[in-house]
């Protein structure tokens, strides 16, 4: 096997996400699994995701036993070796800087649409207002959904008094 095979082929990813996941699953197994109004504690988000993290890093590690290979590639679709893309690299930071600004006064739905938007960017869309209806749609939901289970996340729209 060549080092160039062997670089495309990074076992140590797939192991790193297991291990990921198991530090994720043993850490929910110490919270409470059972919530109170809701019936579902946080332990059990956490034990999911650790579970999932879990199952992705086996995927990850199958992939790579049947000899599949990954270019890396940047939103712009250059193949690795080539320099990182910085505005990539700006937009997904933007998106993760955005709900620290903007969760009181826009609310969770224009919060979300914003962060999902500028992600999306970062990954290479092209498709603005597509985004920004998706982005809002599942902020939507996701206000509504932790609304029900009576965790409040502010108001849906606090500049509309709502």
Do not use: K, N
């Amino acid at each position: 096997m060549s080092e160039q095979t062997h670089r495309r082929r990074p076992w140590w990813l797939g192991l790193a996400v297991i291990a990921i996941g198991a530090v994720w699953l043993q850490q929910g197994f110490t919270l409470p699994s059972a919530g109170g109004y809701a019936g579902v504690g946080p332990g059990a988000f956490v034990e999911i995701v650790g579970l999932a993290l879990i199952v992705l890093g086996l995927v990850l590690v199958a992939q790579m036993a049947r000899g599949e290979s990954f270019e890396p590639q940047d939103a712009e679709g250059a193949q690795a070796g080539a320099p990182p893309s910085t505005r990539a690299f700006l937009y997904a930071a933007a998106g993760a800087a955005v709900p620290l600004l903007t969760m009181r006064p826009l609310g969770f739905p224009l919060t979300a649409m914003l962060a999902f938007a500028l992600v999306t960017r970062a990954f290479g869309s092209r498709r603005l207002l597509l985004d920004c209806a998706i982005g809002l749609v599942l902020g939507a939901i996701c206000w509504a959904g932790f609304s029900a289970l009576g965790v409040t996340l502010g108001g849906a729209l606090p500049l509309l008094g709502i």
